[in-house]
């Protein structure tokens, strides 16, 4: 694998200045010719122009992958294409890898099925697994016919586990040695690699039908005599490994415990068929963050900030229209109390308090629950109690701000019963935005469903139609 | 470090649930007695205790320190009080450090002086620096006195960093090599090491002023022949280190970029003053996501599920005060129409839906553009493209949304023109959201100020305020 040439972190924004400025100065020659229009500048241009491109070029060639997918994201389309034509084509494919999904779409919309094939075949087969969604199914084929039995065989293997099991993060690439040799046999035997694959910081000890008998760290080998046998100094018990089928966030949590880097993946009869890599893992965790943090926005995956409108708005409006709905049925629950609000028009201005603070309130508690639940240290048993403190909570933040609340109303409108009952519907819509927020993640657990998936849209929903009927309702029963 | 007897990625919720069973049993047996309320009886309790008070000793004792942390979070505030009783003195610290804040908290609470003593004494100095903020004055200084010169100077180093700078991520747990030596005689070094510290991939070369001269990885020493010398064979460019004021993220990002497992530390003369593993910075990332998703729902930090009705209460109030000032704002502004809304009364009923629109919009806009910030991708130059691609999602959503809500307002309320008036405030409000969500953030930046802090606030409190100021201004203007 390539470095970077330098020695800092953030260099990379200036890799992105650096490029931004090429591509800037270009254009202004160009802009310049064209606008002087004068065909025999037109030498010029081009000479000026190829110079650019081969500095552009350069500095390309010597950025990492990743720093390119990081300076390609930051780029507007055009200049986007622009630099990556300028890519080495044999780097394209470790490129595609490192990209977000928004942006890898729009550079494969410009690839020719050659291209992308090229690009297909430098990858290794676990790589190639998550390329594979995002490319024509012809240009997959092509692949799979060119690869040997072993590869397709891996190939096949690594698409078929869903996107969130071990076996999606897994790799095929390790050194796996006997437990009857010595430690100096290990030595010899790793000499003769050229290169060790990434992230290895353990070997997998094997039998002759490739059972995972233990795992031999670097460590053990390097500080135990080399005349030591392998299965003197192996590990045999606590050996952490999963199964393809294992989930993905389970094994993240076990790297992030246990602090792997490296872990073997075995199939139901402890035969070694991989391995799972901190690197993998480390994307996978941030991934799986950042996809929380848009779904709470509601926007349904990480969007190219330069994609165009129509993208923009085909991401994001799911999310417009559930909420549209929800905002409508609440809008009718207020139109239930159209006489109310005609006989006291304060109600209207009063109203949107309770239903947002109870929205807010709901949200804190609904965020805790699922976050507990998803780290498994919530038992079913233990509803009883959480419920009991939200709702202590949300008695205590009722009758606090309702409080405060209700004497503002009382000063505003020189009415002591409105006050009264706005202290009373805030407690209330408080009381049930924590009775929602715990038991809408805990019962969707129950019935096996995702406890986090649209609770903060269910809460909201539930305080806003619940906090306007119970407010215009007590207002209409104790003050009309 | 010990680690785990199995090999399963979610044992660890079984080992939680035995942990449970055995508070249980023990409990029944309790309430059995004493419900008889037979004093003859104490002997059978105290002879039953003791049989689960051993089988639980037991079973903590076989459990990975990450492993009781986990447990005692998921334990309630007494079980968690027995539990952490049996867990032997010496796995104390290590322990402390794998728990939650708030549980945290509820451990130290119950310790003496003399307990944290010994638990403190028991970590590296980097370790030691992140527990100290937790621990009493008095036992830091005890701990501090019983250090060697070389342990006091690392632990004065660690706990001087920011917390969200790489000195707070950084140990001093390495293994360092000249250059001048052979791989064979570095291979017989390490022979002379019990154990190599967690994470080494790779071993620092200095000269006799601790000057970073080259990185020499695992790797290398492995593959390579051993009568080579170290300088022939370690990188010398292209080698990523940080200083201990560069920016954890920063950090975190590189090592997420570049796939790395440990990455030198030197100060501004390019001496080796320490390392950052992936194991710290996994937990940074976690952290950081965690902070970020909790912060969104207003949660201060991380609460302790079984934290007390107050503790809760404490964590939750500023949030909830902020948005009681912006939703009170927006009660006055809907104040001054009361007149307009006493004359049409649907105009109540309708307002919720323009303001709560404009809030989700606004709120996909700003969480995509402070995503892009962070990231470093988004130029102050970038501002007016942005802008002008936003407006157009909004344009586009205001039509057809707010154009729907518009022919159901004609329909409910059979009067064309407050549909005219309903769409008409539905496409500006979204069109003040997506100004809001682009400028809050692009503004901060430049003043130097978080991009993320409030936006989220602020953009609710303007397209709440907003939207009943626009809808119920254009009614009044065109309807009354």
Redesign the interface.
Known sequence: ?T????????D??HH?KEV?DLLARQKVVEDLVHRQDMPRHQLVESLVHKQHEAALRAKLESL?P??IA?VL??L?LTERLYAWDLVKAERDGEILLEVSDAVRESLIETMAPAELKAAAESLDADELADLAPDLPPEVIEDVFQSLDSEGREQLRAAMSYPEDSVGALMDFDMVTVREDVTLEVV?RY??L????P????KLFVIDRDDHLKGILS??S?????PETLVADVM?K??????TPE??AD??A???????L?SAPVIDTEKRLIGRVT??E???Y??EE??A???S????RE??D???S?WD??KN??A???I??VT??V???V??LF?DS??RL?????????V???GG??G??T????V??IA?????PS?MT??LR??L??AL??GLV?GG??GV?AWW?YGNVELGLVMTGAMTLNLLLAACAGVLVPMVRQRLGADPALGGSVMITALT?SGG?FIFLGLATLILL
């Open positions: 694998m470095k970077p040439e330098e020695l800092h972190p953030d990379v924004q992105l931004q990492h990743a720093d990081y994201e930051a507007p030595l790793l000499r690699f050229d290169e060790l990434d992230h290895t910081d670097l460590e080998l390097l500080i135990n005599d590990r018990e606590a050996v952490i490994s999963f294992d989930e389970d094994a949590q076990a790297f992030e415990r246990y602090d880097v901190v690197a893992v480390v994307d965790i941030r963050s950042e929380e943090i848009l709470h926005a509601g926007l990480e969007e900030i330069f994609a409108v923009s708005v994001r409006w999310w417009l229209a909420n549209l905002a409508f609440a809008s009718r207020i139109g159209e609000i005609e028009v304060a109600l209207a201005a009063l109203m949107p308090i239903a947002g603070i807010n309130s949200n804190q609904v965020t805790m629950i976050r507990a780290m498994g240290q919530v038992e233990a109690r959480l403190k939200e202590g909570v205590i933040n701000w405060l609340l503002l505003l806003d306007f």
